[in-house]
Protein backbone atom coordinates (compact mmCIF):
# COMPACT_ATOMS: atom_id res chain seq x y z
CA UNK A 1 0.00 0.00 0.00
CA UNK A 2 1.18 3.56 -1.12
CA UNK A 3 1.79 6.44 1.37
CA UNK A 4 -1.51 7.79 -0.52
CA UNK A 5 -3.59 4.65 -0.49
CA UNK A 6 -2.79 5.01 2.97
CA UNK A 7 -3.42 8.75 4.01
CA UNK A 8 -7.00 8.05 1.94
CA UNK A 9 -7.94 5.11 4.00
CA UNK A 10 -7.09 7.33 7.00
CA UNK A 11 -9.11 10.15 6.12
CA UNK A 12 -12.20 7.47 5.00
CA UNK A 13 -11.92 5.88 8.42
CA UNK A 14 -11.55 9.26 10.33
CA UNK A 15 -13.95 11.73 8.78
CA UNK A 16 -13.88 14.15 12.17
CA UNK A 17 -10.70 14.32 13.10
CA UNK A 18 -9.79 14.68 8.89
CA UNK A 19 -12.19 18.32 9.39
CA UNK A 20 -10.72 18.91 12.45
CA UNK A 21 -7.60 19.45 11.00
CA UNK A 22 -8.37 20.72 8.28
CA UNK A 23 -10.37 23.36 9.72
CA UNK A 24 -7.16 24.48 12.24
CA UNK A 25 -4.68 24.56 8.93
CA UNK A 26 -6.77 26.88 7.49
CA UNK A 27 -6.85 28.77 10.86
CA UNK A 28 -3.36 28.41 11.34
CA UNK A 29 -3.12 29.92 7.85
CA UNK A 30 -5.76 32.67 8.41
CA UNK A 31 -6.47 33.22 11.57
CA UNK A 32 -8.73 36.55 10.83
CA UNK A 33 -11.14 33.68 9.28
CA UNK A 34 -11.87 32.71 12.87
CA UNK A 35 -11.55 36.13 14.41
CA UNK A 36 -13.03 38.60 12.53
CA UNK A 37 -16.48 37.21 12.55
CA UNK A 38 -16.34 36.22 16.13
CA UNK A 39 -15.54 40.25 17.11
CA UNK A 40 -18.24 41.38 15.03
CA UNK A 41 -20.52 38.90 16.61
CA UNK A 42 -20.25 40.87 19.67
CA UNK A 43 -20.22 43.76 18.57
CA UNK A 44 -16.31 45.05 17.80
CA UNK A 45 -16.25 46.03 14.43
CA UNK A 46 -13.73 47.61 12.20
CA UNK A 47 -14.79 51.54 12.85
CA UNK A 48 -14.96 50.95 16.49
CA UNK A 49 -18.01 49.17 18.72
CA UNK A 50 -21.12 48.40 16.58
CA UNK A 51 -23.99 50.51 17.96
CA UNK A 52 -26.67 48.33 19.78
CA UNK A 53 -24.23 45.33 20.39
CA UNK A 54 -23.27 43.93 23.67
CA UNK A 55 -19.69 45.34 23.31
CA UNK A 56 -21.50 48.87 22.87
CA UNK A 57 -23.32 47.89 26.27
CA UNK A 58 -20.47 47.01 27.50
CA UNK A 59 -19.12 50.16 27.39
CA UNK A 60 -21.69 51.73 28.22
CA UNK A 61 -22.43 50.30 31.08
CA UNK A 62 -18.63 50.79 32.29
CA UNK A 63 -18.51 54.10 30.95
CA UNK A 64 -14.60 54.09 30.93
CA UNK A 65 -12.38 51.69 28.82
CA UNK A 66 -8.18 51.76 30.52
CA UNK A 67 -6.08 51.83 27.78
CA UNK A 68 -4.39 48.37 27.19
CA UNK A 69 -6.74 46.71 29.31
CA UNK A 70 -9.09 43.57 27.41
CA UNK A 71 -11.58 45.39 25.88
CA UNK A 72 -9.08 48.17 24.88
CA UNK A 73 -7.42 45.32 23.24
CA UNK A 74 -10.06 43.41 21.98
CA UNK A 75 -11.20 46.33 19.65
CA UNK A 76 -7.50 47.03 18.73
CA UNK A 77 -8.01 43.45 17.21
CA UNK A 78 -11.12 44.22 15.19
CA UNK A 79 -9.83 47.64 13.84
CA UNK A 80 -6.59 45.98 12.93
CA UNK A 81 -4.57 47.66 15.53
CA UNK A 82 -1.76 46.12 18.50
CA UNK A 83 -4.33 43.62 19.33
CA UNK A 84 -4.43 41.82 15.74
CA UNK A 85 -1.70 40.22 16.48
CA UNK A 86 -2.07 38.28 19.99
CA UNK A 87 -6.28 37.71 18.95
CA UNK A 88 -3.48 35.70 15.92
CA UNK A 89 -1.65 34.10 17.92
CA UNK A 90 -4.26 33.26 20.08
CA UNK A 91 -6.25 31.23 17.56
CA UNK A 92 -3.15 29.71 16.00
CA UNK A 93 -2.20 28.36 19.36
CA UNK A 94 -5.77 27.11 20.05
CA UNK A 95 -5.80 25.38 16.66
CA UNK A 96 -2.23 23.43 17.38
CA UNK A 97 -3.57 22.66 20.91
CA UNK A 98 -6.88 21.01 19.57
CA UNK A 99 -5.48 19.51 16.48
CA UNK A 100 -2.49 17.95 19.10
CA UNK A 101 -5.30 16.83 21.74
CA UNK A 102 -7.22 15.23 18.67
CA UNK A 103 -4.45 13.56 17.53
CA UNK A 104 -3.47 12.07 21.31
CA UNK A 105 -6.88 11.25 21.92
CA UNK A 106 -7.25 9.14 18.44
CA UNK A 107 -4.08 7.43 19.29
CA UNK A 108 -5.94 5.63 22.74
CA UNK A 109 -9.00 4.90 20.52
Do not use: E
Not at 8 to 25: D, E, G, K, R
Not at 53 to 71: C, D, E, H, I, R
Not at 80 to 94: D, E, F, K, P
Amino acid sequence: MSYFQAGVAWVCQHPYQTALHTVNAALLVTPAAATVPIFNAVGFGAAGPIAGSAASSTMSFFGFVPAGGLYATIQSAAMGGYGAGLAAGATQAGAVVSSAAAWALGRKG
